[in-house]
């Protein structure tokens, strides 16, 4: 592991001047790459399991690396699914519930390859952590039709798809006045064709979300989904104290001003506008939730019969956890995240364990958007704060959190450091896991911490986490953390087996400043029967 060390603290001391720099020159961070490139043959990555409610319409892109053209089939498709075989994009409706076991290939000129696939028709959606792009950590409110569709572009040029990004979420800033069919809220100029850009999204297999919220104006100042007035409209957009994108005027009128809850909700007129566009998820934002409000988005949703993520903003308390449970996908744990270390270590580290009885498949504590790459809360965006080591540490804690991961930065400027973060498949197998089991910390104290989490195959994935200042060794005896066989270990960002550590041997490796070492260890926890002492 000292070549490991020596690379991080390479990173290290690479980063440091970085805050002199000018911080719109792209870091050049190609010698702290710990992920290999993907083999020419192809390969399936993302989620093994996927939800879908009976009659919903369905679709699923098979993420697949690998040099095109590939060809894709599938063996066990329940009745009413059909596969582009030129696109390996899953599309049509399954009326009949339950769970079908399917075998997904891809092949190309250079080799095939196959991976075990369960499709769950039920009421549950999303049991896996939702995995894509937002706009607000890069555009804010600048947010636009233009910049969405070239982050969605570049999420299948730069090849994020195909490891499972496949949600591209407008968050606040592209809502206009009420009217339509519904009396729901319509785009600003900036969208000029919603149904057009889910069309292109769900064309390429990706997925559009859409942001909102129960007050009767957003945290942007725009309108939300109530009113106090049953037609529908707002004094303040009536009196001229907007923008021309129908953003309060802050020289004229205090935001928090509009954030409260109208007397009339319109839930119901936005989720039918929302469903007949193709939104297929829905960030919902207000503090504190509470469970009317909550509901109520809910039922909307439900009624249209289109399968909608619902994702609660912000700062849920455990409170309301069984409510948030029943009625969510997924919920933010706290406010927004900024690129540096004091707020993604405290986000990250500071409370998140307290969730870990409300996760399971279906059911996502959120702890915010990924801070890597070109970030700005808009319009101007510079790169991450985050020095290299942090921002694995950043990927590792969101993997092993089992945390929806929605990338926050400006896709169309990914440098090649950036794209490795994003792109190792066996970082991603981690927070896919289909068990859903939120990772929570076994050892540590304020200058370390020590995560651990089971798979569904019985491996164990550990990572150790320095918070110090200064490099630190950290290890573990897999019979101290409940593993009672020798363990082959195998390191995730370098995708490298690293050798054996007997049941009651220590591994330890020394870990950069605020970095990680992520491994798994194998076989875990297995059902074979046990001779003599094992205590």
Same mark, same amino acid.
């Given at each position: 592991m000292k070549k490991y060390l020596l690379i991080a603290l390479a990173c290290f001391a690479l980063a440091m001047?970085?805050? %002199?720099?000018?911080? *719109? +020159?792209? &870091?050049d961070y190609s010698n702290c790459i710990l992920t290999p490139k993907a083999p020419l043959t192809p390969r399936i990555n993302g989620p093994k399991?996927?939800?879908? /409610?009976? !009659?919903?319409?369905?679709?699923?892109?098979?993420?697949?690396?690998?040099? /095109? &053209?590939?060809?894709?089939?599938?063996?066990?498709? &329940? $009745?009413? #699914?059909?596969?582009? /075989?030129?696109?390996? =994009?899953i599309t049509g409706k399954v009326k009949k519930a339950g769970t079908y076991h399917v075998v997904l290939k891809a092949s190309n000129a250079l080799g095939e390859t196959s991976r075990e696939f369960r499709i769950v028709i039920g009421d549950k959606i999303a049991l896996t952590p939702p995995m894509g792009w937002n706009s607000w950590n890069c555009w804010g409110n600048s947010v636009s039709q233009e910049k969405v569709m070239s982050s969605a572009k570049a999420l299948l040029e730069k090849g994020l798809a195909d490891y499972g990004w496949a949600y591209v979420n407008i968050d606040d800033g592209w809502q206009g006045l009420r009217g339509g069919k519904y009396n729901?809220?319509?785009?600003?100029? $900036?969208? &000029?064709? %919603? $149904?057009?850009?889910?069309?292109f999204l769900h064309a390429n297999g990706l997925k559009l979300g859409i942001y909102s919220g129960p007050w009767c104006g957003t945290y942007a100042g725009h309108i939300g989904s109530s009113c106090d007035r049953e037609d529908g409209t707002y004094k303040w957009v009536e009196e001229g =104290?907007?923008?021309?994108?129908?953003?309060? *005027? /802050?020289?004229?009128?205090? @935001?928090?001003?509009?954030?409260?809850f109208g007397t009339y909700s319109f839930a119901k007129a936005d989720a039918r506008q929302w469903a007949d566009w193709g939104v297929d998820y829905l960030k919902y934002d207000w503090n504190p939730n509470d469970p009317w409000w909550l509901k109520d988005m809910r039922?909307? #949703?439900?009624?249209?019969? @289109?399968?909608?993520?619902?994702?609660?903003s912000n700062s849920s308390s455990v409170v309301i956890g069984p409510v948030l449970r029943d009625y969510a996908e997924c919920w933010r744990t706290t406010g927004d995240i900024r690129d540096n270390w004091k707020s993604m270590s405290g986000?990250?580290? !500071?409370g998140q364990d307290r969730w870990a009885g409300f996760k399971a498949p279906g059911n996502w504590p959120d702890a915010d958007m990924l801070v890597v790459g070109k970030v700005g809360w808009g319009p101007k965006t510079h790169w991450t704060a985050l020095t290299p080591d942090e921002q694995f540490t950043h990927i590792t804690l969101w993997s092993i959190l089992s945390s929806p991961l929605l990338i926050g930065c400006d896709l169309a400027e990914l440098d090649d450091f950036t794209i490795s973060l994003l792109c190792n498949s066996e970082v991603i197998d981690i927070n896919q896991?289909?068990?859903?089991?939120?990772?929570?910390?076994?050892?540590?104290? +304020?200058?370390?911490?020590?995560?651990?989490?089971?798979? +569904?195959? !019985?491996?164990?994935?550990?990572? %150790?986490?320095? #918070?110090? *200042?200064?490099? $630190?060794m950290i290890g573990f005896i897999p019979?101290?953390?409940?593993?009672?066989?020798?363990?082959?270990? @195998?390191?995730?960002w370098r995708q490298k087996d690293l050798g054996k550590v007997g049941r009651k041997d220590r591994w330890e490796t020394e870990v950069a400043p605020h970095g990680v070492v992520f491994v798994k260890l194998s076989p875990g926890v297995t059902g074979e029967k046990l001779h003599g002492f094992f205590r």
């Open positions: 001047p970085q805050t %002199m720099k000018a911080q *719109d +020159e792209t &870091p399991v996927y939800g879908a /409610r009976p !009659g919903a319409e369905f679709l699923f892109r098979i993420p697949t690396t690998g040099e /095109r &053209p590939i060809q894709w089939t599938a063996e066990g498709l &329940p $009745k009413g #699914l059909k596969l582009n /075989r030129n696109t390996g =994009i729901a809220i319509q785009p600003n100029s $900036k969208f &000029p064709d %919603m $149904k057009g850009l889910a069309d =104290i907007v923008d021309e994108f129908y953003k309060v *005027d /802050r020289s004229r009128m205090k @935001r928090d001003s509009v954030w409260h039922a909307a #949703l439900l009624e249209t019969g @289109r399968d909608i993520v619902y994702s609660i986000i990250g580290f !500071g896991d289909p068990l859903g089991i939120q990772g929570v910390k076994r050892y540590g104290d +304020e200058t370390y911490a020590t995560y651990i989490k089971p798979l +569904e195959d !019985g491996s164990v994935a550990v990572a %150790m986490f320095n #918070l110090s *200042d200064q490099p $630190k019979h101290a953390i409940g593993l009672t066989t020798d363990q082959s270990i @195998r390191d995730l």
